[in-house]
Each structure stands twice: as structure tokens, then as C-alpha cells.
């Protein structure tokens, strides 16, 4: 069965650096997601992918959050300066089309910033 | 802003009982509900719900909404340890963004 895939599993890092989070999304698959939840508390919608652009944003997806879909399997999630509040987990999540489509999650990556 | 919220937030039963998980939304756009099941990591497909008063079904799982009342529940019958987990509810928007309740932690003991 298709799966939507992330790495690393757990990455840590120091404050104020970089980091580059990254997912295979299942391959027929047209739309992109990020979602992160912090330990403790409830899944959070980041953003959406489409057509490679942005769809949709939170309140959460600063300026230092940025996405990209650099060839055509990887979609990745990039924190340009990291805080310690950005410790938490990251699911990238995939769906054919827009619409009644499941959301297919990736197994998570930890990022625990230090 | 869309809203998503689950009772209880915790429910602790023993083998073979029967759990009503509740959800409760408030959402722009409403496009759909659904269901996922986190254990460890990633949350996991249950249902997804865009009609009324549709009953859907697998196994011991069934699932209905009522977009009247704007309200979704999770049955659970025959409970097992395995089923023990956070269920988590999400609304679908027009624009495709979930928004998720912060879950129901279930723990079933033998």
C-alpha cells in the first residue's frame, strides 16, 4: 500500500539554526500538507501545497517558515532560524485531489530544538 | 476561525464495553468530517462523513454526523486493549485545511 514517507525521524538542533524537514508524498498525489503538533497538545494545520504554491497558511506559517517542492517527489518544510517553542512533532500529509480525498499522514518527524 | 471540539477528553473502560466519542465543530465552508486513530505517531484513517444522518461502518467502528446540530460521534463496540489510543476529529474546509479537535484518549484494560 502507498505510503507518504518523512525524514529524519528526529532531528535536534540549536537555536537560530536551520532546518529542512522532508516528505515523499504518495506519488499520484496532488496536494501537500504540513501540520505540526507540539507534545501535549492538538494536531495544528501549518500549510497547504498546490500546483506548486502555497494554497493555504496559518496564523502559525511566519516568514520563517518556508515550502518547496524541489523535484518531483520531495516536499519539504524549511524552518530558517529555529526557536525552542518550534520543538514538536511534524506530519507532511498527502490527498489525491481537493475535495472528499483522504489526507494520508506521514509518520512524523520530531524536531526537538535545544 | 474553525473550531473543533471533542468529549471527553478522556475515557478509561474495560474489555468488551461500548464508547461514544463526541465531536463538535463550528467551520466555515463545511466540506467534511473525519475520523483518524493516533497510537504513536501518525494519525490513521477511520472515516470520512460529508452527509447527514449516513451511518458509516467498519467492524466494530461506526461513525455518524449531524451538520443540523454540527456534532459527529465514534462508536466503539466490543472495546479490546488494541483499540486502546487518542481518536482524533477534523473538519474539512473549502480550502482543503483541517482543523483538528484535540482528541479523545481511550484506554481500554483488560
Known amino acids: 500500500e502507498p505510503e507518504v514517507t518523512q525524514t529524519p525521524s528526529h532531528q535536534v538542533t540549536q537555536m537560530g539554526q536551520e532546518v529542512i524537514l522532508r516528505c515523499v508524498p504518495i506519488s499520484n498525489h496532488l496536494y501537500f500538507y504540513w501540520y505540526r503538533q507540539i507534545l501535549g497538545q492538538k494536531v495544528e494545520f501549518l500549510v497547504s501545497f498546490y500546483n506548486n504554491e502555497i494554497s493555504e497558511k496559518s496564523e502559525i506559517f511566519d516568514d520563517q517558515f518556508s515550502v518547496e517542492r524541489p523535484d518531483g517527489s520531495n516536499f519539504t518544510l524549511k524552518i530558517r532560524s529555529t526557536k525552542l517553542e518550534d520543538s514538536a512533532m511534524y506530519f507532511c500529509?498527502?490527498?489525491?485531489?481537493?475535495?472528499?480525498?483522504?489526507?494520508?499522514f506521514g509518520p512524523g518527524t520530531r524536531l526537538t530544538v535545544t | 476561525e474553525d473550531k473543533v471540539v471533542q468529549s471527553p477528553l478522556s475515557l478509561v473502560v474495560h474489555e468488551g464495553d461500548t464508547v461514544t466519542l463526541n465531536c463538535s465543530y463550528e467551520v466555515t465552508n463545511f466540506r467534511s468530517l473525519l475520523w483518524y486513530k493516533q497510537e504513536k505517531k501518525a494519525p490513521t484513517f477511520l472515516f470520512m462523513l460529508t452527509s447527514s444522518g449516513i451511518e458509516k461502518k467498519s467492524g466494530r467502528l461506526s461513525s455518524i454526523l449531524d451538520k443540523k446540530e454540527l456534532f459527529s460521534i465514534l462508536n466503539i463496540t466490543a472495546t479490546q486493549t488494541g483499540d486502546s489510543a487518542v481518536y482524533l476529529c477534523a473538519v474539512v474546509n473549502a480550502g482543503n485545511m483541517l482543523t483538528f479537535g484535540g482528541g479523545t484518549r481511550l484506554m481500554v484494560k483488560p
Open positions: 500529509a498527502s490527498t489525491e485531489g481537493i475535495g472528499d480525498y483522504e489526507q494520508y
